[in-house]
């Protein structure tokens, strides 16, 4: 119960600290936002407007810094995290909504595929060391050495150049009507070959190598020689007594990925130009939209503290002796 009510206390605080972070960075910034959307209107929004969209915006000059934050608080209890610059008058809650799924989709399932794929892979060659399919080791480590976005320009120059098998700009086809049917999920999907092929070769040599070394390790403990010495087959020593056991620090790694998953991955969003969390990312680092920032970097936090609380509980479910305290 305490080592619950500690944790509880951590991740408030945690929380109080992310938004308090993310309320003062931007107003730490130089520049006036305000004066930077009305030159971008040239006119077309009236200076007798300047007064309600620094209210709009929570940049009341008449109002303290200590008012500005509790007003932040407020919006945020609301679900309002404001109105985004670069793309006033559309709510960030709005812009956030629409790239998010994106990300989520892409990065999220590919995730997975790497870490099932890296972990199933890891099992077999640390429980059956030295066969020829160690070979694959220092292939996939290669893979991991080269940079995100170098893979995917080598991707895009085979693949969608040179034999033009995938598309390798955007989410879909434009002129596509988004919905449920046949059309428009096959667009998405082969839109979504490359950048998901690009993040599970990238990532799954960190799966593989982790999840290797430990089954090395415990594949030595008693309770594995136990096990063997009392008959039981192959396939569940190794993975009901071994693995089960050597896969509690992948879980903390995997938890920590799945947090990171909706922050996407800006460079390769970037050179496929994905339409997901990312992209919009760096679209306001470049326009200065502290708003649309300030609701990103939000999201990404709680989305990794999120990916923690459930790493803990997998953590107690996996292995009893986390629950004693």
């Not at 200590?66 to 985004?84: A, E, K, M, P």
């Not at 629409?98 to 890296?118: D, E, K, R």
């Not at 990404?300 to 107690?316: K, M």
Request: charged residues 10%.
């Amino acid at each position: 119960m305490k080592a619950l009510v500690r944790k509880i206390i951590f991740y408030l605080v945690t929380i109080w600290a992310a938004v308090t972070v993310n309320f003062f960075i931007p107003r730490l910034m130089p520049g006036d936002p305000v004066q930077s959307l009305l030159a971008r209107y040239q006119g077309q929004i009236s200076a007798s407007a300047m007064d309600s969209l620094y209210v709009m915006f929570g940049l009341d000059s008449n109002a303290s810094l200590l008012t500005q934050y509790g007003r932040y608080w407020v919006q945020l209890f609301h679900g309002d995290l404001g109105i985004s610059f670069k793309d006033f008058p559309t709510p960030v809650a709005t812009i956030i909504g629409q790239s998010l799924p994106w990300t989520i989709g892409l990065v999220g399932v590919a995730t997975i595929i790497a870490f099932v794929l890296g972990t199933l892979l890891g099992v077999i060659l640390g429980w059956r060391r030295g066969s020829w399919a160690e070979a694959l080791i220092p292939a996939t480590t290669f893979f991991s050495a080269v940079p995100y976005f170098w893979l995917a320009l080598v991707f895009i120059a085979v693949f969608g150049v040179a034999y033009p098998i995938f598309p390798f700009y955007g989410s879909y086809t434009a002129g596509l009507i988004p919905g449920w049917n046949w059309d428009f999920i096959a667009s998405v999907v082969s839109h979504a070959f490359l950048p998901a092929a690009t993040i599970v070769i990238s990532s799954i040599a960190g799966w593989i190598l982790g999840m290797r070394n430990m089954m090395i390790t415990v594949s030595s403990e008693d309770y594995v020689t136990v096990a063997q010495a009392k008959g039981l087959s192959e396939s569940r020593v190794m993975f009901g007594y071994a693995a089960r056991n050597a896969i509690l620090p992948q879980v903390s790694g995997f938890a920590l990925s799945l947090g990171f998953v909706v922050s996407g991955t800006l460079v390769m969003e970037q050179v496929f130009t994905y339409q997901g969390i990312g992209f919009q990312l760096l679209k306001a680092v470049g326009a200065k939209d502290y708003p649309l920032m300030q609701g990103i970097f939000l999201i990404i936090t709680l989305s990794v503290l999120v990916a923690n609380i459930l790493a803990d509980i997998v953590y107690a479910l996996l292995d009893p002796r986390t629950r004693k305290d």
